[in-house]
């Protein structure tokens, strides 16, 4: 992987008073540094305010830089090391507290029954301790001979492990850390950055940025070869507060933890903070080195935009999971969920729930950690080619090549892996974001008398609903479904798929726990892949050369397989442009 050098990180310190915080799920959220997003270190998204009202996807923003997504969601992000400090997050020198919010999770439906087949190349979770520090550590306090509010981080969320400590272990981990602080500050700046500092960017673990970053970004990378160019390179970049020190924004990154942590563990964020704080505190005293001038910027190895580092923050991920992947977890979660799935964890065992209930970033990790996502060749991920029908699979295909869920399959694996590797150099290289947000609902479509000459051919139906005061349908879709005819029965039957645009007021009802279509008046528009166009070309949409009529639904629209909503295969003569 390419060394990020401090000049390619630190552009994002520029942002911090011109970035919005809003969940990157839903509303324009211009501050994502850090998913969201990958569970397997600690992935965070600002959910909704009910899980699925806008993917619950997790808890906390823990950011150096501002969201990509734009999208609407009634939930906030409320970590931006790029923007000033807000009360919920102080700054380091004040008690930092991370409380965690329970959110609702997404709830969904299926009628699929699938039984996974055994996951390949599982991936093992490095070990991050640091080796740099071994002071243990817990609430350092101390300020230039005084003592000083080390950043405190509340519980986790109640979901996750936890250890209880007695009174006798808090004492003696106070006392280890009052002894280190003490320590440090006997030390001169440049002993505090050959002996703590230094040894940090050696190391091979990762740092506490790795609790909001996919790749690319630690802490290692704010350090330089010697100890006047990194204090003038971060004093410069605005990292460093040279008029008051614990205001230092290198000091708020390292101490932001997600409600749910990754391998970084708290021990670490602490003697982390409290040897910056120390180096700091005692450079900013010495003359010489307030003099020293940053090295151009020539002198670093790359100099990657801020777009990238965002983009690689761990709860936009999750977002992009939750948006791609978990909103159609509807046709997996039969077989997938242990919830539901009893009778073949007896016969397959525990592999074949990599679904965990109400958590998307937990059922992220299972299907990293299972090796179910490639991320050298994410086009042959299992997640992708076994609902698409392309390998061995227990329950059968469950969508098309195609359809709009193979397509978000296909689009998170594709970017998952490539923010994993830091394969994006440009922000002309990131991925955009979907016209439109979907979700699985449970409300299926059957259409009848289907001409026996269409059988096997994927029929792709879209909903258009009638609007009352224009008196005219709506100019965009309502929902959607994409799936094969069944010729020896005459009949195709598929669950809806409810869309919205990006930018539109109903994202939010479409990312509800369970998006239902309204009763009402909707036109269903039909259109056949005659020529298979659609196999050869995932990208490619139907349109009037493979439009085959349009149908009037009315009334209401319960959810479930039985019985669906019907209607009658259009006379294909007696179509309407």
Not at 136 to 164: I, N
Not at 185 to 191: F, I, N, T, V
Not at 234 to 250: T, Y
Not at 334 to 362: M, T, Y
Request: with cysteine; hydrophobic share 35%.
């Amino acid at each position: 992987m390419r060394r990020w050098s401090l000049m390619s990180l630190v552009p994002a310190v520029f942002l911090f008073a011109s970035c919005s915080q809003s969940d990157p799920v839903a509303k324009s959220d211009p501050d994502v540094h850090g998913p969201a997003v990958e569970s397997t270190g600690g992935v965070h998204v600002a959910g909704q305010t009910s899980p699925t009202d806008a993917h619950t996807a997790a808890d906390a923003h823990h950011d150096h830089g501002a969201a990509v997504d734009s999208e609407k969601s009634p939930q906030k992000h409320h970590h931006d090391a790029e923007v000033a400090h807000s009360p919920a997050h102080p700054p380091a020198h004040d008690k930092h507290q991370v409380g965690s919010a329970d959110h609702k999770q997404e709830r969904v439906h299926a009628h699929n029954n699938s039984a996974d087949s055994k996951p390949a190349n599982r991936h093992g979770d490095a070990n991050h301790k640091h080796q740099a520090d071994a002071q243990p550590a817990a609430g350092d306090q101390h300020r230039a001979g005084k003592k000083h509010d080390q950043p405190k981080h509340a519980a986790h969320a109640k979901d996750g492990p936890s250890r209880e400590t007695t009174a006798g272990d808090q004492a003696a981990a106070v006392a280890n850390a009052e002894k280190d602080a003490a320590e440090l500050e006997s030390l001169s700046a440049l002993e505090i950055f050959n002996r703590r500092i230094l040894p940090i960017m050696k190391a091979d673990n990762a740092s506490s940025c790795a609790d909001c970053h996919l790749s690319g970004v630690d802490l290692k990378n704010y350090i330089l070869a010697d100890q006047a160019h990194t204090f003038a390179a971060m004093r410069d970049h605005g990292l460093i507060n040279v008029a008051d020190p614990d205001k230092s924004k290198i000091l708020t990154f390292i101490s932001r933890t997600p409600d749910k942590p990754g391998p970084i563990s708290d021990k670490v964020r602490q003697q982390e903070f409290r040897a910056f704080r120390a180096w700091i505190v005692a450079a900013v005293k010495e003359p010489e080195l307030l003099k020293t001038k940053a090295a151009a910027e020539a002198d670093f190895p790359t100099n990657l935009p801020v777009e990238v580092i965002r983009h690689a923050r761990k709860d936009r991920v999750l977002s992009s999971f939750v948006d791609n992947v978990w909103s159609q977890m509807g046709r997996c979660i039969s077989c997938h969920s242990p919830d539901r799935n009893q009778r073949l964890i007896e016969k397959h065992g525990q592999k074949v729930s990599w679904i965990v209930p109400r958590d998307p970033a937990a059922t992220l990790d299972k299907l990293v950690n299972g090796g179910n996502i490639d991320l050298q060749d994410p086009e042959e991920s299992l997640v992708l080619l076994k609902p698409a029908g392309l390998a061995d699979h227990g329950g059968g295909p469950k969508f098309l090549v195609g359809d709009t869920a193979y397509k978000q399959f296909l689009t998170f694996v594709k970017d998952y892996a490539a923010a994993k590797g830091a394969q994006y150099k440009t922000a002309a290289d990131l991925p955009q974001p979907r016209a439109e947000v979907t979700h699985l609902t449970n409300q299926h479509l059957r259409i009848t008398g289907v001409p026996e000459r269409f059988g096997k051919m994927p029929l792709k139906v879209d909903l258009y609903r009638w609007d009352s005061e224009t008196k005219s349908w709506s100019q965009e879709r309502w929902a959607t479904a994409f799936g094969p005819i069944n010729g020896k029965q005459s009949v195709w039957q598929n669950m809806m798929t409810a869309t919205a645009p990006r930018d539109s007021d109903r994202v939010a009802t479409v990312r509800r726990e369970e998006p239902l279509l309204p009763s009402g008046k909707y036109l269903a528009k039909i259109f056949i892949d005659k020529d298979g166009k659609v196999a050869k070309d995932p990208d490619y949409e139907l349109g009037e050369r493979e439009f085959v009529g349009q149908v009037e639904v009315q009334g209401d629209w319960p959810p479930g397989y039985q019985p669906p909503k019907t209607i009658a295969f259009p006379r294909v003569d007696a179509r309407i442009d």
